[in-house]
Every structure is written in structure tokens, then in C-alpha cells.
């Protein structure tokens, strides 16, 4: 049979995608000069929801577990609610791909009925709507990952994660967009198309969990799930103005989902939840780990959850922070300068130290990161879509670089394999030691990305992924938590003449600022903690929300 061409597999896949919302819901069309850059306010006040459909999608995803364990709302009606909302964040940000609303309202009323009978819940999670970054393997459904010969192939086993959750009582109702093989830090590809930003429609949501990122932020989602290899969560969900947890590998189950790149174990990713509420991300990780997860996946750590890590209780604590808020290749934009600051501000003034923090290797494991991810990849990769006539995007020429160079020999992989360990304990050991008084810093506080959020397709040529990637080279756990939105009257534009730049690319992504283009971006940073303390990432950020919110 013939390999079709990667036009006839998109309109299949969105045909598909297409006929499964107009079943249930029909979004208004509006014309796209009508619309203000912030879509999510413009669709909350808009006439499309009822009010009590809008109170349901602007609740959290705690107060919604607890309505629904409480019977004030049903599991049916919070499901409905959020699949409707789903319908609108695609026709304003093309951010879904499979669509599970069948399934979701057979489930949930199934939890309610179970409720009824049993007079309680099925597990911490029942009835709560949980929308799935598009590699997660929920059967019959396609896992594209936004590429062709995916993405109309039915799956027939269901991921491991993907069991759990449903068995602690989540409901899956939408899968989500990523970039092709989730190998770029914006979300677009030649099945779905491109994801923008539902807080500035200019904008980027990020990547790869960018659809994730999109819907969540567009409050069609209470809690998602996405992956990070080398940013894919932090960067969406900073740019969506949410928390998003990165944990260490082996942590969290990831048995059985679709990757980039199988096979190769140099660079893991990692899955883990994201949403618009910190007490979210506890509730969903305390959940996952209360159901023993090691005893499903064989390389799932068994790491209970561990309550009221930071001792004592209240204690001050301490963090570095990058001088120059720079991680000495690329300057943030201004908006996120000020970011920086503010949160600086604001906890030294609630009493905590601040400890000034000089790159060590940054640059070293940042590259290193990106040549194992092109090297190791770019065959698999360009196998998988080159026979669908698939283009190949500006920001992974890397991949189609390594795919025609020489394969790598056992002693190259040998000695990345030694320098990354090197690397990962010496990092350590700056940890433990990086302070003045020669000792430990609680987390490191950083930007996620040199932009607020770049603009859609901006990251084609200048795609750099330095501030989140050496935490998975590391295999560090970290949180973004958001601070602000970018404000034209107080993050002016540098003066380019006077400006001194890192390099020719900071030069390049510096110039792109404009104030008021980007005025209105929301600006998101992350806490990092060292390997397996994810509830002490959670508890700092925890900290963090509380300054900022004073």
C-alpha cells in the first residue's frame, strides 16, 4: 500500500478530531480581527458558557474534588462542563487532537452512580477531568506526537500511568498538541498545525506539552499531565501562567508511553501534572504515589509521599539565585527581569536568604543536552517522517543534520555517558556546598526561558532551551510557579546600542523584544531542588506563592 502523503493523514486526523466535537458542542465562530489577544477572558465573557458551566471551569481542581465528594455538583456535570470548554479552546487555540467525550460522560456517570450506591468515592481523584498530553497511550486512540505515522493508528495498550489515574477516579476527556516528536519548544507540526497561546494569541504556549499548556490556561482543563525531557512542561506551563512539576526520573510511572525516540536512555523524560493551582500539583502527586506505583512499573522508584519535608516547620530558607539574572549565554527579556526581582524582593523581605549564584557548567551540560538529543534522535526521527514528505522545521535542522552524519560509535556514547555523571555529581556537590558559609542552598530560583513567551514561530531560529534543559541532564526536580504578566510601561526595551550581548543569539533574541507587542505575556519562573525532593520543590514553591501573594 502507499505511504500517503502527510496532507491526506493531517485531514483524516483532524476530519476525525472535527466530527468528534461537532457531535456535542458547536463553538461560535468569530472572526479573528475581533479577537483580543487574552482569548481566555474574551471566552469567559462571552455568552457561550452558562453560569454555572463558568463557575465550574474557573473552580480549582481541590474545590472541584471536594463538591463533587460532597455531592453539591455530579462528576457528569463538572465532565460536560469542561468538554464544552474544551470545544472553544480549540476553535480559539487548535490545541487538542484526540477527543474522548464519549467515554468521559460514560465514566462519570458511572463515578456518580457509584457514589450514590457506596456512599464514597472511588479514590482522591473521583470525578475529576484530567486532560492527557497527546503521547499518552489511552487505547483505541492515536498518539501522534505530531507525526504521520502516528497519527491515525489506533494503540491497544493502555499506559501504565494512564491506569492508575483512572483507577484513583480521573476522568480523560481530551488529548492535547504537541510539536513534531515533542522535539521543540513551541507547539506546531504537519498533522494538527500550530497551538498559540490562550493568555496572548501572538504568542507561543510553549512546547512540547504546549497544548496542555493552551488548554489549562483557556480553563478547559483543571489539571493536565504533560512530559519533559528538556523543558516540555516547565516552558508551557510558565508561559500559561501556571505550575508545573518536572520530577526525577523514576518517580513518577512512565512504562508504555509514545516517545520521540525509543530505545535510548541517556536522556529520560518525565511525566508530570500541570494546572493553574500549586494545591493542585500536591493533590495529583500525593494521589499517584498513595496507589504504589512501583509495584506497576518496574522502574518506578518506591518512594512514598513524604509530608512536611522542610524541618523545622517555617524556617527560613535559602536560595540561590543566577547573578545578573543570567545564566551567562542568554539575558531574559525585561518582563522577566522584573519577575526575577520581585520574587528576590519579596523573600528577602519575608526574611529569607538570597545567596548570589554563578553558573558553573551551565553552558557545558546545555549543549551536551542538545547534541545527545539530535545525535541520538535524528535517524529515528527522520526515518519516521521523511516517507510522509514530511518538512523539516527550522529549530530541528539538528536532527536532520545528525540523521546524515556518521552514526555514533559505543566510545562516544561511553564518554558522554562519564562526562554526564561527572557533571550531575559535581552540581551536587555545588549544592551541598555553594553557599557562603560552605553550606547547602535549599532550591535555586531561575527564569524558565530568556522570553515571557516568544512569538508563534519564533523560536525557528532561535530556539534556546539553556534555562530548563540542565535540570534533565541533571535529573533534578523542579516547579515553575507564575509571578506576573509583561507591562509595556514598566519592561521598556534595552537600548541595543549599548546593550552587551553574550553572543550573536543573545544579540538576536534580545532585539526581538518589543514592549508593547509582548505587553500582556505572562511571565513564569522555577524553583529547582536536587534529584527525588519533589515535595520539597512543591513546599518551596509553596513558600514562594505565599510571598508573592503578600
Given at each position: 500500500m502507499a505511504i500517503q502523503n502527510y496532507r491526506e493523514v493531517s485531514a483524516i486526523a483532524q476530519t476525525r478530531r472535527d466530527t468528534k466535537i461537532a457531535a456535542y458542542h458547536n463553538p461560535p465562530e468569530v472572526k479573528e480581527s475581533s479577537l483580543p489577544n487574552n482569548l481566555t477572558e474574551y471566552a469567559l465573557n462571552s455568552i457561550y458558557y452558562t453560569p454555572e458551566e463558568r463557575t465550574i471551569v474557573e473552580t480549582e481542581a481541590d474545590v472541584i474534588l471536594e463538591k463533587i465528594a460532597n455531592r453539591e455538583w455530579t462528576s457528569l456535570t463538572v465532565t460536560k462542563a469542561f468538554c464544552k470548554a474544551s470545544a472553544y479552546a480549540q476553535r480559539l487555540t487548535n490545541c487538542i487532537t484526540e477527543v474522548l467525550y464519549d467515554e468521559a460522560h460514560e465514566r462519570a456517570q458511572y463515578l456518580d452512580d457509584y457514589l450514590a450506591k457506596h456512599g464514597k468515592t472511588v479514590g482522591p481523584l473521583h470525578g475529576l477531568p484530567i486532560s492527557l498530553k497527546d503521547c499518552f497511550i489511552v487505547p483505541p486512540y492515536p498518539a501522534s506526537i505530531g507525526m504521520s505515522n502516528w497519527a491515525n493508528k489506533a494503540t491497544d495498550k493502555e499506559q501504565v500511568i494512564v491506569t492508575i489515574l483512572r483507577e484513583l477516579g480521573a476522568v480523560f476527556y481530551v488529548k492535547t498538541n504537541t510539536p513534531t516528536a515533542m522535539k521543540m519548544a513551541e507547539t506546531i507540526n504537519n498533522v494538527w498545525g500550530e497551538t498559540r497561546n490562550a493568555l496572548h494569541k501572538q504568542l507561543t504556549p510553549g512546547g512540547s506539552s504546549g497544548g496542555e499548556g493552551s488548554l489549562i490556561s483557556f480553563k478547559g482543563s483543571p489539571l493536565g499531565v504533560g512530559t519533559d525531557i528538556g523543558g516540555s512542561i516547565r516552558i508551557p506551563a510558565a508561559q500559561g501562567f501556571q505550575y508545573g512539576l518536572k520530577p526525577s526520573v523514576g518517580r513518577f510511572p512512565g512504562y508504555g508511553g509514545r516517545v520521540g525516540v525509543t530505545g535510548q536512555e541517556f536522556l529520560v523524560p518525565v511525566s508530570g501534572p500541570m494546572s493553574r493551582s500549586l494545591k493542585s500539583l500536591q493533590i495529583y502527586t500525593k494521589a499517584l504515589l498513595s496507589a504504589t506505583p512501583w509495584t506497576r512499573d518496574h522502574k518506578c522508584v518506591p518512594v512514598p509521599w513524604r509530608d512536611n519535608v522542610i524541618q523545622p516547620p517555617g524556617r527560613k530558607l535559602r536560595f540561590g539565585v543566577l547573578v545578573g539574572n543570567n545564566d551567562g549565554s542568554v539575558h531574559c527579556h525585561p518582563p522577566v527581569e522584573r519577575a526575577l526581582d520581585l520574587t528576590v524582593d519579596k523573600l528577602k523581605a519575608a526574611g529569607h536568604e538570597i545567596i548570589p549564584w554563578t553558573p558553573r557548567h551551565?553552558?557545558?551540560?546545555?549543549?551536551?543536552?542538545?547534541?545527545?538529543?539530535?545525535?541520538?534522535?535524528?535517524?529515528?526521527?527522520?526515518?519516521?517522517?521523511?516517507?510522509?514528505?514530511?518538512?523539516?522545521?527550522?529549530?530541528?535542522?539538528?536532527?536532520?543534520?545528525?540523521?546524515?552524519?556518521?552514526?555514533?560509535?559505543?566510545?562516544?556514547?561511553?564518554?558522554?555517558?562519564?562526562?554526564?555523571?561527572?557533571?550531575?555529581?559535581?552540581?551536587?556537590?555545588?549544592?551541598?556546598?555553594?553557599?557562603?558559609?560552605?553550606?547547602?542552598?535549599?532550591?535555586?530560583?531561575?527564569?524558565?526561558?530568556?522570553?515571557?513567551?516568544?512569538?508563534?514561530?519564533?523560536?525557528?531560529?532561535?530556539?534556546?532551551?539553556?534555562?530548563?534543559?540542565?535540570?534533565?541532564?541533571?535529573?533534578?526536580?523542579?516547579?515553575?510557579?507564575?509571578?506576573?504578566?509583561?507591562?509595556?510601561?514598566?519592561?521598556?526595551?534595552?537600548?541595543?546600542?549599548?546593550?552587551?550581548?553574550?553572543?550573536?543569539?543573545?544579540?538576536?533574541?534580545?532585539?526581538?523584544?518589543?514592549?508593547?507587542?509582548?505587553?500582556?505575556?505572562?511571565?513564569?519562573?522555577?524553583?529547582?531542588?536536587?534529584?527525588?525532593?519533589?515535595?520539597k520543590v512543591l513546599e518551596m514553591v509553596g513558600v514562594i506563592e505565599q510571598v508573592l501573594k503578600a
Open positions: 551551565h553552558d557545558v551540560m546545555t549543549r551536551n543536552l542538545g547534541a545527545a538529543l539530535s545525535k541520538l534522535g535524528g535517524t529515528a526521527i527522520l526515518n519516521d517522517i521523511k516517507p510522509h514528505g514530511e518538512p523539516i522545521f527550522g529549530s530541528m535542522k539538528a536532527y536532520e543534520a545528525a540523521a546524515d552524519a556518521e552514526e555514533l560509535r559505543v566510545t562516544q556514547i561511553r564518554e558522554m555517558i562519564a562526562e554526564r555523571d561527572d557533571l550531575q555529581q559535581e552540581y551536587f556537590e555545588y549544592m551541598m556546598t555553594g553557599a557562603p558559609d560552605g553550606q547547602p542552598v535549599d532550591g535555586i530560583i531561575m527564569a524558565t526561558a530568556p522570553h515571557a513567551a516568544p512569538r508563534l514561530r519564533g523560536l525557528q531560529a532561535d530556539q534556546y532551551i539553556g534555562y530548563t534543559a540542565l535540570w534533565n541532564y541533571l535529573d533534578f526536580s523542579v516547579c515553575t510557579f507564575p509571578v506576573l504578566f509583561a507591562d509595556k510601561a514598566q519592561d521598556k526595551a534595552r537600548d541595543m546600542k549599548s546593550f552587551e550581548a553574550f553572543s550573536d543569539l543573545d544579540a538576536r533574541i534580545q532585539a526581538d523584544y518589543d514592549a508593547d507587542f509582548y505587553h500582556g505575556a505572562p511571565v513564569g519562573l522555577q524553583c529547582v531542588g536536587k534529584r527525588f525532593e519533589e515535595e
